[in-house]
């Protein structure tokens, strides 16, 4: 959604000339209204030209949505590098000696385990640490936080309860 509405700005910043067409509205048959730069002949009768200059945007505005465009792509590849991060760590925890039996009653080694589990509590605590900002009063999570952090599942069912740090 954000990235439609940076996609918008920056085509109506770029795409307006330094003078602006004619624009005209008209109401079609079916009851629409129209806009355009060219109107069909049946409807020039009743098309009504529009000022579309007070719809320019000045320099400082032109500057300012490039200065929003820009600093939304920085976040939009800092989040994208933090959950590569967080998918290569999740995928080294499962690449991990003894995580393949995570879960299961095969006998693990206790060093094997520490190490799992730890990296399994790091990664819960940072999913944690990031939807922390997205909570609401009465618990529930607002919906954009699921597009910036990404879910980890608890892992004390697995593992018990974390070691205090």
């Not at 800092?78 to 290569?88: E, I, N």
């Not at 940072?126 to 997205?134: L, Q, T």
């Not at 529930?140 to 018990?160: D, L, S, W, Y």
Request: glycine share 4%; with cysteine; charged share 30%.
């Amino acid at each position: 959604m954000k990235r439609a509405l940076i996609a918008l700005v920056l085509g109506v910043v770029m795409s307006v000339p330094l003078h602006a067409a004619d624009l005209y509205r008209w109401v079609d048959e079916s009851g629409r209204t129209q806009f355009s730069d060219t109107v069909p002949e049946k409807y020039r009768k009743s098309a009504v030209k529009i000022d579309s200059r007070r719809y320019e945007l000045s320099t400082e505005q032109r500057a300012e949505a490039d200065e929003r465009a820009a600093l939304a792509e920085k976040s939009r590849l800092a989040d994208a590098q933090r959950k590569k991060a967080l998918a290569d760590a999740s995928a080294s925890a499962a690449a991990a000696p003894g995580a393949a039996s995570l879960g299961k009653t095969t006998a693990r080694k206790p060093a094997d385990t520490a190490t799992d589990c730890e990296t399994l509590q790091r990664l819960y605590r940072e999913s944690e640490d990031c939807f922390a900002p997205f909570k609401v009063v009465g618990g529930a999570t607002k919906a954009e936080a699921f597009q910036k952090c990404t879910v980890v599942e608890n892992p004390t069912p697995k593992c018990g309860t974390p070691k205090a740090h």
